[in-house]
C-alpha cells in the first residue's frame, strides 16, 4: 500500500458522503464485525465470544443497503486490500443466497455497484471528488 493510500475507514466514509448526496432513500448500515475492540488479547476474545453469542458473523460484509424491496451487501477495503477467507466464505454463502456482494475500494465503485442493483439515486452523473 502506498503511504498516500486511504485507510478502509476512510474509503467507508467517502462512500457514506457519496450515498448520502446519490442515494438519500437508501438506507445504509454499518455492521460492525469487532475490528475496533479494545483491551489485551484476552479482552478483545472476550468481547467477540459476545459478539459471535449475540449473532456477529464473522466475514459479513460492511455495508447493508437496503431501499423499497431492494438489498445490496458491500465489502469495503482499502486500495490494494484483499478478502479474508472467512470473507470470502460468507460471499460465496451470500452469493448463493442471492446476495453477492460487491468488494470496492473506492465511492466510484460502491456508487456504480448500488447503480447497477438497482437502488434508487438521485444523482445519475456522478465523480468522486466533484
Not at 465470544?49 to 469495503?76: M, Q, S, T, Y
Not at 434508487?120 to 471528488?129: A, F, I, S
Request: with cysteine.
Amino acid at each position: 500500500m502506498k503511504p498516500d493510500a486511504p485507510t478502509e475507514r476512510a474509503v467507508q466514509r467517502a462512500i457514506l458522503r457519496m450515498a448520502g448526496e446519490c442515494y438519500p432513500s437508501v438506507l445504509i448500515v454499518h455492521v460492525p464485525n469487532g475490528s475496533h475492540l479494545a483491551g489485551n488479547a484476552r479482552a478483545r476474545g472476550m468481547q467477540m465470544g459476545a459478539l459471535k453469542g449475540d449473532g456477529l458473523k464473522v466475514g459479513f460484509p460492511d455495508l447493508l443497503c437496503l431501499w423499497n424491496r431492494g438489498v445490496a451487501l458491500i465489502e469495503v477495503k482499502r486500495p490494494g486490500g484483499k478478502a479474508s477467507d472467512a470473507q470470502e466464505a460468507m460471499h460465496h454463502l451470500l452469493a448463493e443466497m442471492g446476495h453477492a456482494p460487491a468488494i470496492v475500494t473506492s465511492a466510484t465503485e460502491a456508487y456504480v455497484f448500488l447503480l447497477e442493483r438497482g437502488a434508487p439515486c438521485r444523482v445519475k452523473d456522478w465523480k468522486e471528488g466533484s
